[in-house]
């Protein structure tokens, strides 16, 4: 309702709801709709003493800083939310894409969190996180929406990095998959679906983890997402790693080290998806991100020692190309692992991450394109840019759903269970999480291996196989 309607409504006996902007009858209901700037008023009018309500909403073009700058730690480095702002007005766009790759160029890497045990984490442990939404639509209309995470896990103490991928179903925040549901090869080496309870919500995620291996710098690798239809069967969701350069130049090709199905019949068509006038029906933010963050289960790090070069590209399924996104963030919006000490600089769709302040912010637009060597440009910062834009918020009021000139939109989602019969009239107030927080899916009790790292022994220091309990070199008992 607007400011009239609802004075209206608040000041006769008749029934004025129904001359609502937008008045539906129901227990769920959900709706898009286009509103100009101004006050209005969310009602629920239930004919019972009682009503137990849940709703919420988004105002669109969904832009990652719409409620004001962040503070850290934040995962960072290269993230498309699908907004531009180069002229302070947000423009949403969309990419639907068969396939997402993000290459690192890394040539220093330190990272310490000395309370990391309180989390199941290495003290020297982080990720990088190559993260994105992947949308099947079903014949019958429905669609699901899945969040598919290439994340090498890292102990930088030691130069160990183990391939980690995680697919969460984000279709409603529940989430139910089984091992039926969702199938791989890797179920013979660990890989499952697992269970989680938190405040007594039930959340599901299939997890593997690849064996150990060592690096040295400069350390350069392609993280790569791909999803290709399965008509009749599914969706096979493909997570690959491409080494570029190990201490001296080993160019290599993509390992495929999961194959992923998600079974789905019914499947018409599938796409990984980055929209900025939208959300997933868990609330969370339609982006592809690339960011160092900690190691697992809401972990923060610091970094005290970085510096390398990102780039996040994603195939036009025209083309064929590999194509920057038309613009960038300097953080990721989903993941609720982070860092702190990294600054971020930007030029032309390569993000420069090292140590420093940090620096949350709307990075700019894109025109690169790279080749099939996953190969970045070598000479990109020969001048060295301290900043990629600026901190302040970013006005979305402006910018809608088809443009600058179209208002924004508001998302109303309400939920009504008439308990018994008398009229109410509940004022509503809510506060947006960017991530989920104590229910968050990430977060798993120790009971379940959330993942499987390379360990080093506290007493000599060796790097030991994951799940080693005593050390092979000097004896010691490993803490459990």
Not at 155 to 180: K, R
Not at 221 to 241: I, M, P, R, T
Not at 272 to 291: H, I, K, M, Q, R
């Amino acid at each position: 309702m607007n400011s009239t309607q609802f004075n209206a409504f608040s000041n006769t006996t008749t029934d004025e709801i129904s001359n609502s902007i937008t008045y539906q009858n129901g227990t769920r209901v959900q709706e898009d709709l286009q509103i100009a700037p101004g006050q209005y008023f969310l009602v629920f009018y239930a004919f019972g003493p009682r009503a137990i309500v849940n709703f919420g909403f988004e105002v669109y073009p969904n832009t990652p800083l719409s409620y004001g700058a962040l503070s850290s730690p934040q995962p960072s480095g290269i993230a498309s939310f699908g907004i531009s702002n180069d002229s302070g007005t947000a423009v949403p766009y969309v990419i639907h894409s068969s396939q997402i790759v993000g290459v690192a160029n890394i040539s220093s890497f330190l990272a310490n969190n000395p309370n990391a045990s309180t989390f199941g984490d290495n003290v020297a442990g982080a990720t990088l996180q190559l993260n994105t939404n992947l949308v099947v639509n079903q014949t019958n209309g429905l669609q699901d929406v899945y969040w598919v995470q290439n994340t090498p896990d890292f102990v930088t103490s030691v130069n160990a990095i183990s391939l980690t991928d995680n697919i969460w179903n984000n279709t409603d925040l529940t989430g139910f998959m089984t091992n039926q549901s969702l199938t791989s090869p890797n179920f013979a080496n660990g890989g499952a679906v697992y269970a989680s309870v938190s405040n007594g919500l039930t959340s599901y995620a299939y997890l593997f983890n690849e064996n150990n291996m060592t690096y040295k710098t400069p350390f350069s690798f392609a993280l790569v997402e791909n999803e290709s239809v399965l008509k009749g069967q599914g969706v096979l969701v493909q997570l690959g790693y491409r080494s570029l350069q190990n201490g001296s130049l080993t160019t290599s090709s993509t390992y495929w080290y999961d194959n992923v199905t998600i079974h789905a019949p019914n499947v018409q068509s599938a796409y990984f998806e980055v929209a900025g006038n939208t959300t997933t029906p868990t609330g969370s933010f339609y982006d592809s991100e690339l960011v160092f963050a900690g190691e697992g289960n809401n972990e923060a790090t610091t970094l005290l020692n970085m510096s390398a070069s990102l780039g996040l590209f994603f195939r036009n399924d025209t083309t064929s190309v590999l194509s920057a996104f038309p613009s960038y963030y300097s953080f990721g919006g989903d993941t609720a692992e982070s860092v702190t000490n990294l600054a971020v600089s930007y030029s032309n769709g390569i993000a420069y991450v090292q140590v420093g302040n940090h620096n949350y912010v709307y990075l700019g637009k894109a025109s690169l394109t790279m080749g099939s060597d996953y190969k970045l440009p070598s000479n990109i910062f020969s001048t060295p840019v301290t900043t990629g834009g600026t901190a302040t918020t970013q006005s979305s009021s402006s910018g809608g759903l088809y443009g600058p000139s179209v208002p924004s939109y508001l998302w109303i989602v309400g939920v009504v269970i008439i308990v018994v019969v008398v009229m109410g009239l509940l004022a509503l107030f809510v506060a947006r999480r960017r991530r989920p927080s104590e229910q968050s899916l990430e977060t798993f009790p120790q009971t379940i291996p959330m993942k499987v790292s390379p360990t080093v022994c506290p007493n000599c220091g060796t790097l030991l196989p994951a799940g080693a309990a005593f050390c092979s070199n000097c004896g010691q008992q490993q803490p459990r």
